[in-house]
């Protein structure tokens, strides 16, 4: 039974790696498991994004590169290895929200795969901030930086979980439709994750969270007045999101 149960976590978190990321994995156990069943696993796949990009700063810094260079590769290195999954979300939502004044016509905006002007402005500010934020960290203390890059990345993708629970889906279908109905426990679980690593980093943990949360429950109630829920586009919206504030709040602590 043991073997069992482990097999059975390690086929969650095969694929929360495998939906989160581009990297090139072994195909996936038959029978797969369903995404909310990997919920509590989305913080390791921000692990290994948030250890990459991490490591591009160490490495760029230790050539002497400036700052905020360096900050804008790692930045980089996280788009690159998620197929801008997140930064797509937020652009969409951006669009939709905002460019549509009823439900039906906010949905067909985002799965438009076209970018208007809101989702332009939205992927400027997300990327700019995050990069930003990255670069006053590094030049206050590399380390810091590392660790910054590694504990909001696995506590961003928490965020996508506690959506997944609070909110239906906004669709008949889709990938928020597929990914509803996640457990409670598996999401805190995953915060739980999210919130350890944090703390082994040395990140100021209730502040991240008083933050993330607020952004996260702000989001949800726009999302639920837009469209009366959830989509795949909204969960990545929590993602980014969250690691903005999150950049925020460690830039005002350290920085």
């Not at 788009?79 to 549509?100: I, K, N, Q, R, S």
Request: proline share 5%; hydrophobic share 60%; net charge positive.
């Amino acid at each position: 039974m043991e073997r069992g149960w482990i097999k059975a976590r390690l086929s969650e978190a095969h694929l929360a790696v495998v939906l989160l990321t581009r990297l090139p994995m072994p195909r996936l156990p038959d029978p797969a498991p369903s995404l909310p069943r990997s919920v509590w696993a989305y913080p390791l796949a921000g692990l290994v994004v948030g250890a990459m990009s991490a490591l591009a700063l160490f490495v760029t810094m230790a050539l002497d590169l400036p700052p905020a260079l360096a900050a804008g590769l790692a930045v980089t290195v996280q788009v690159f290895l998620t197929g801008a999954l997140h930064e797509d979300g937020l652009a969409d939502v951006a669009d939709g929200f905002w460019g549509g004044r009823e439900v039906a016509r906010r949905l067909e905006i985002m799965r438009d795969s076209r970018i208007g002007s809101y989702g332009v402005a939205a992927l400027v500010l997300s990327l700019g901030l995050r990069w930003q934020g990255v670069a006053a960290l590094a030049a206050a203390s590399p380390a810091l930086a590392m660790a910054g890059l590694i504990g909001l990345a696995m506590l961003s993708r928490a965020a996508c979980g506690v959506l997944m629970a609070a909110l239906p889906a906004a669709r008949a279908d889709g990938m928020g439709r597929i990914a509803s109905g996640a457990a409670w426990n598996r999401v805190i679980a995953g915060v739980a994750l999210g919130v350890g690593a944090a703390l082994g980093l040395g990140l100021p943990v209730v502040s991240l969270l008083i933050v993330q949360g607020a952004l996260v429950f702000g989001l949800a109630q726009v999302a639920k007045a837009k469209i009366g829920g959830q989509t795949g586009d909204v969960l990545g919206t929590a993602q980014q999101l969250a690691e903005i504030g999150g950049w925020l709040v460690l830039a005002a602590v350290f920085a």
